[in-house]
């Protein structure tokens, strides 16, 4: 190796990759074509030159990311939720569990006692 670090094994993905994708002048081929019967992309193979956008595309395109605002989201359903009649007379009820639950633990804890009534709260 030319460089006289101590992770030389970092670089060496790199010239295993060198290795495998020069071309042998006995074999006319690479190493990779004959094990895996095609050549291996290079990293600056999946780019095409030709088709990169203009420096100009690009601040026009990130100007428009920059001017993007959240929009709140709207709920146009006036629905009331569901509650039961029995809600208002019972004399014990079950208390959901809004924790993260093991496969077999109930969803809901209780019963408990109803000690005091509110008009609208449930």
Same mark, same amino acid.
């Given at each position: 190796?030319?460089?006289?670090?101590?992770?030389?094994?970092?670089?060496?993905?790199?010239?295993?990759? !060198?290795?495998?994708? #020069? /071309?042998?002048?006995?074999?006319?081929?690479?190493?990779? %074509?004959?094990?895996?019967?095609e050549?291996?992309?290079?990293?600056?193979?999946?780019l095409?030159?030709s088709?990169?956008?203009?420096?100009?595309?690009?601040? &026009?395109?990130?100007? #428009?990311?920059?001017?993007?605002?959240?929009?709140?989201?709207?709920?146009?359903?006036? &629905?009331?939720?569901? /509650?039961?009649?029995?809600?208002?007379?019972?004399?014990?009820?079950?208390?959901?569990?809004?924790?993260?639950? #093991?496969?077999? &633990?109930?969803?809901? %804890? !209780?019963?408990?006692?109803? /000690?005091?009534?509110?008009?609208?709260?449930?």
């Open positions: 190796m030319c460089h006289s670090d101590a992770t030389w094994y970092q670089s060496l993905p790199t010239v295993l990759l !060198g290795l495998r994708t #020069t /071309i042998h002048e006995n074999l006319k081929s690479t190493s990779a %074509e004959l094990v895996l019967g050549n291996l992309r290079l990293p600056g193979g999946f095409d030159d088709k990169l956008p203009s420096p100009s595309t690009f601040v &026009q395109k990130r100007n #428009t990311l920059a001017n993007l605002r959240p929009v709140l989201p709207v709920h146009h359903t006036k &629905q009331k939720p569901f /509650i039961f009649r029995d809600l208002a007379t019972c004399t014990h009820v079950f208390v959901g569990t809004d924790s993260v639950r #093991t496969s077999l &633990q109930p969803p809901y %804890e !209780g019963p408990y006692p109803v /000690i005091k009534r509110y008009a609208n709260l449930f």
